[in-house]
């Protein structure tokens, strides 16, 4: 019976050699992995609200309380609801989209918003980026204006932030240094002066 035992133990353990082997499970099956474990592409994609959450959290805090509005919130935004998309992004067309998160202060009429979008596996962020570029109204609020507005790629999602120019580049600033520590490339930057 001891023995019995003893190679039922040593079974067990040997199985649990073999699969500690086999690679670490907890990393993001949105990150490439070569056989010997280095990342060449990076992380190419948030995982979701929690990610993300994480991400504006990092960025937030790296940027003097005195440029940031008051009362931020982070929200993701229904894919089904094209009206809201096209308010706070312009975007008409989302099939390349797989969601949009949106921060803002509650106060409605400060011009500050970042968002971040995820993008689909096959989708060309480049020109989500641009469009978004292109599309946003900086002055949705009532009666201001955001003067300056930034986006890059991050891995193959985008980030965008507009508001007064110090914010601006501020909060652009906290969030190229998060994405780079979450292993994710940065591309070159987009960015246009509004007139007020």
Same mark, same amino acid.
Request: hydrophobic residues 40%.
């Given at each position: 019976?001891?023995?019995?035992?003893?190679?039922?133990?040593?079974?067990? +353990?040997?199985?649990?050699?073999?699969?500690t082997?086999?690679?670490?499970?907890?990393?993001? %099956?949105?990150?490439?992995?070569t056989? @010997?474990?280095?990342?060449?592409?990076?992380? =190419?994609h948030?995982?979701?609200? !929690? #990610? $993300? %959450?994480?991400?504006?959290e !990092?960025?937030?805090?790296?940027?003097d309380?005195?440029l940031?509005p008051?009362? *931020?919130?982070?929200?993701?935004?229904? +894919?089904?609801d @094209?009206?809201?998309?096209?308010?706070?992004?312009?975007?008409?067309e =989302?099939? #390349? *989209? #797989? %969601?949009i998160?949106?921060?803002? %202060?509650?106060?409605?009429?400060?011009?500050?918003?970042? =968002?971040?979008?995820?993008?689909? #596996?096959?989708? @060309?962020?480049?020109? $989500? +980026?641009?469009q978004l570029?292109?599309?946003?109204n900086?002055?949705?609020?009532?009666?201001v204006?955001?003067?300056?507005? *930034?986006?890059?790629n991050?891995?193959s999602?985008?980030?965008? $932030?507009?508001?007064?120019?110090?914010?601006?580049d501020?909060?652009f600033?906290?969030?190229?240094?998060?994405? !780079?520590?979450?292993?994710?490339?940065?591309s070159?930057?987009? !960015?246009?002066?509004?007139?007020i």
């Amino acid at each position: 019976m001891k023995k019995r035992m003893a190679l039922i133990f040593l079974t067990g +353990m040997l199985s649990a050699a073999m699969l500690t082997g086999c690679g670490n499970s907890n990393r993001s %099956s949105d990150e490439t992995v070569t056989e @010997d474990g280095k990342d060449p592409a990076g992380m =190419v994609h948030l995982d979701g609200e !929690e #990610d $993300v %959450s994480a991400l504006f959290e !990092e960025i937030y805090g790296g940027v003097d309380e005195e440029l940031l509005p008051f009362g *931020i919130a982070l929200t993701e935004l229904s +894919m089904d609801d @094209d009206d809201l998309i096209s308010y706070h992004t312009g975007l008409a067309e =989302v099939s #390349d *989209i #797989d %969601s949009i998160y949106l921060s803002e %202060s509650m106060m409605g009429s400060t011009p500050y918003s970042a =968002v971040y979008i995820k993008t689909k #596996d096959d989708a @060309d962020a480049k020109e $989500v +980026m641009q469009q978004l570029m292109d599309s946003v109204n900086p002055a949705k609020w009532i009666c201001v204006t955001a003067e300056k507005q *930034i986006a890059a790629n991050f891995g193959s999602d985008v980030f965008f $932030v507009m508001g007064a120019p110090e914010t601006a580049d501020a909060v652009f600033a906290a969030a190229k240094t998060a994405a !780079e520590s979450r292993n994710m490339a940065v591309s070159n930057t987009a !960015e246009k002066n509004n007139p007020i």
